[in-house]
């Protein structure tokens, strides 16, 4: 199994399901949680957050996954997602993707929530390289990955076209080796 449920010392992670789509819609509506997130729209509607479950159902066949970031403390309230996309397999890399809403900003949630994701990347995908991309503008982001041990490796430029402008990214990477 490629992507299991995860559970950490706050978080239970576990795939994106129909149970989560209300929570997706009002993660993804939110201003703050999308403020970086050049390459989508925020949702409008009930029928976008089903559609974006659906995209992210049956990852196992698809190889590539979202999981939702439980809190134990909250009882099993949704706080964010994080996973895998891009994977390529013949050369054992994939993009890593996360998000939190802001209430649960700056309590390390989202560094024990990538911990375990990456553990998994490297162990049940037998990733080598696991890269993101961060809008330079998101300072957060960016100081979260190098805290993790990801290098910055430069600016893709002009990476997101997203309402009417062209946004940069740092492009980061973290190899099996350096973990």
Same mark, same amino acid.
């Given at each position: 199994m /490629?992507?299991?449920?995860?559970?950490?010392?706050?978080l239970?992670?576990?795939?994106i399901?129909? +149970?989560h789509?209300?929570?997706i =819609?009002?993660h993804f509506s939110n &201003?703050k949680?999308?403020? /970086?997130?050049?390459?989508?729209?925020?949702?409008?509607? /009930?029928d976008?957050?089903?559609?974006? $479950?659906e *995209?992210f159902?049956?990852?196992?066949? +698809?190889g590539? &996954? !979202?999981w939702? #970031?439980?809190? +134990?403390d909250l009882?099993g309230?949704?706080i964010?997602?994080?996973? =895998?996309?891009l *994977?390529?397999?013949?050369? !054992? #890399?994939?993009?890593?993707? @996360?998000?939190? =809403?802001?209430?649960?900003w700056?309590k390390?949630l #989202?560094?024990?929530a990538?911990?375990a994701?990456? &553990?998994?990347? =490297?162990?049940?995908? &037998?990733l080598n !390289?696991i890269h993101?991309? $961060?809008? $330079?503008?998101?300072q957060?982001?960016?100081?979260?990955?190098?805290?993790l041990?990801?290098t910055?490796?430069?600016?893709f430029r002009? +990476?997101? @076209? /997203?309402q009417g402008h062209y @946004?940069d990214?740092y492009t980061?990477s973290?190899l099996r080796r350096?973990w």
């Amino acid at each position: 199994m /490629y992507f299991p449920a995860i559970e950490t010392e706050s978080l239970h992670l576990v795939n994106i399901s129909q +149970k989560h789509t209300n929570f997706i =819609f009002k993660h993804f509506s939110n &201003n703050k949680v999308c403020e /970086y997130l050049y390459d989508e729209e925020d949702l409008e509607n /009930y029928d976008q957050a089903l559609a974006l $479950v659906e *995209w992210f159902s049956k990852p196992e066949e +698809k190889g590539y &996954n !979202r999981w939702v #970031m439980e809190s +134990k403390d909250l009882g099993g309230v949704p706080i964010g997602t994080c996973g =895998f996309h891009l *994977w390529d397999r013949q050369n !054992r #890399m994939a993009e890593i993707g @996360y998000d939190l =809403f802001p209430d649960y900003w700056g309590k390390g949630l #989202m560094k024990e929530a990538l911990v375990a994701c990456i &553990n998994s990347g =490297f162990q049940q995908m &037998n990733l080598n !390289r696991i890269h993101a991309y $961060v809008a $330079v503008e998101n300072q957060r982001s960016s100081a979260l990955l190098k805290r993790l041990g990801f290098t910055c490796e430069g600016i893709f430029r002009d +990476k997101h @076209y /997203y309402q009417g402008h062209y @946004y940069d990214h740092y492009t980061y990477s973290l190899l099996r080796r350096e973990w």
